[in-house]
């Protein structure tokens, strides 16, 4: 007789293979052992019941094949056999797990008028509620197998609203019954097998700001309001001080420094030009900035393309920081469309000022950010502005969280300057800090050079 091994769960996992509400929700917090659990609970009821059918679903194909089909073949190698055109995983018995993906409202129409017994919603945060909707009324049929709904969750993500409704703030509509719902809370304490084998995890969300920190590692689900970057420490008293404050006052730029430049494009709003020197260690100063606004929204827009690139190119040729270095710039690859017209990027082009596409992932993009902002037991961070860069100061402590995607960042802000904060970090992305408290800073300033031999170069 031939045998699987499936392992053996901790007692969260455990609750969540046995629990039989129509509607099961296992998580809250990252690494809390989520996806293991579902491919478990998956083969246990295609194991008892011979010919049910169970549909996995995950935002994307390629999370898909990661987190449950190459696992999962491998796991019932002798079992099952997996075909790559149908995307099912077929049991000698009859049963088959079909694997699918939702990344828009377009993909549900490969659901529609199926019918399955089981269906497993992986991150069911990352879907909206309406496609949630849709996908339980296919659980159904005539047949004695059981009908449920599993999902797993970690709070944010465009599905935080729902999801938080349903399973834990507990409040239904007319046609919800409560008694159908269940919710397992999962931390990555109770995922043993991870700590063992990653005993760094943990600690790396404990070094996020106080809210991630709350969200992932904690499973606060009522953590995502009011200011995004909370973890900005711009007290003036700080600045002639660089420890525990991310703003000081400007000093000479060594030569042998890199030089960096980001840029965002103000479609409708302003644009920002913003220029990091980066030193040995690889700590950031924003040291000059280009901004399309004093602030008066919209006024980046009087700035025509070929005047933004002229002046550019005249600061990186004039400024004593900038001249004669080789600059690496990345830039909003939405300036290398063309929409009917000549893009952006041809007017840069002109102007010998030149840019490779930033990386545009938005909430890796954000945890960029918050890892050089933090600081370490000396109390550095590994993100310095200069006290001068009075647009980046002006609107970053203003930016609050996305009401749609809460860990997002409100994009309908005041937020160029904030992309082009992330281009560059994901240019030159870092592990996060060990987590350390806030401490006052000493009254004793570091010797930075006087204001007299620094002249500002300011927009």
Not at 266 to 289: H, N, T
Request: hydrophobic share 35%.
């Amino acid at each position: 007789m031939k045998h699987i091994s499936l392992g053996t769960p901790n007692p969260k996992q455990a609750e969540f293979l046995s629990d039989t509400h129509r509607y099961v929700a296992f998580g809250g917090a990252r690494g809390g052992g989520k996806s293991w659990a579902v491919r478990v609970k998956a083969v246990l009821l295609a194991l008892r019941f011979p010919s049910i059918k169970l549909l996995i679903i995950r935002k994307t194909l390629t999370e898909l094949r990661n987190n449950h089909i190459t696992p999962l073949s491998e796991l019932t190698n002798g079992f099952a056999s997996y075909s790559e055109t149908k995307k099912e995983l077929i049991f000698s018995n009859g049963s088959v797990i079909r694997f699918g993906y939702c990344a828009s409202s377009s993909d549900l129409t490969q659901y529609q008028g199926s019918e399955w017994d089981v269906i497993f919603i992986d991150e069911a945060t990352q879907l909206k509620e309406e496609w949630f909707d849709q996908l339980k009324v296919t659980v159904r049929g005539v047949n004695d197998f059981p009908k449920r709904v599993y999902i797993t969750c970690n709070p944010g993500g465009v599905g935080h609203g729902w999801v938080k409704r349903l399973f834990i703030d507990r409040i239904y509509k007319e046609g919800e019954d409560a008694d159908d719902y269940s919710f397992i809370r999962s931390l990555v304490s109770d995922n043993k097998a991870l700590t063992d084998k990653n005993p760094d995890y943990a600690k790396q969300l404990a070094s996020l700001p106080p809210k991630l920190k709350k969200a992932w590692l904690d499973g606060d689900w009522n953590i995502f309001e009011g200011q995004f970057f909370e973890d900005l420490i711009d007290d003036p008293a700080h600045y002639s001080d660089r420890r525990f404050t991310n703003v000081i006052e400007p000093f000479e730029i060594p030569p042998d420094w890199n030089i960096y430049r980001s840029f965002d494009w103000g479609f409708s709003k302003p644009f920002d030009c913003s220029w990091w020197a980066v030193d040995f260690e690889g700590r950031a100063y924003l040291i000059l900035q280009l901004y399309g606004s004093n602030g008066v929204p919209n006024e980046g827009l009087k700035w025509h393309s070929d005047k933004v690139f002229g002046e550019i190119h005249r600061i990186e040729t004039e400024h004593r920081w900038l001249k004669g270095k080789k600059i690496l710039g990345v830039a909003d690859p939405s300036i290398w469309s063309q929409d009917g017209g000549e893009p952006i990027i041809a007017a840069a082009d002109r102007h010998q000022v030149f840019f490779q596409k930033a990386d545009n992932s938005r909430i890796p993009g954000w945890m960029q950010v918050h890892y050089r902002l933090a600081f370490d037991d000396e109390g550095k961070p590994m993100l310095y502005f200069f006290n001068t860069c009075k647009h980046a100061l002006r609107t970053l402590p203003l930016l609050q969280y996305s009401k749609t995607i809460p860990e997002d960042l409100d994009s309908d802000q005041e937020d160029h300057f904030a992309d082009s904060l992330r281009y560059f970090c994901m240019s030159r992305p870092i592990s996060p800090k060990k987590a350390t408290k806030y401490i006052l800073p000493s009254a004793d300033p570091l010797n930075l050079l006087s204001s007299e031999k620094y002249k500002p170069f300011s927009y």
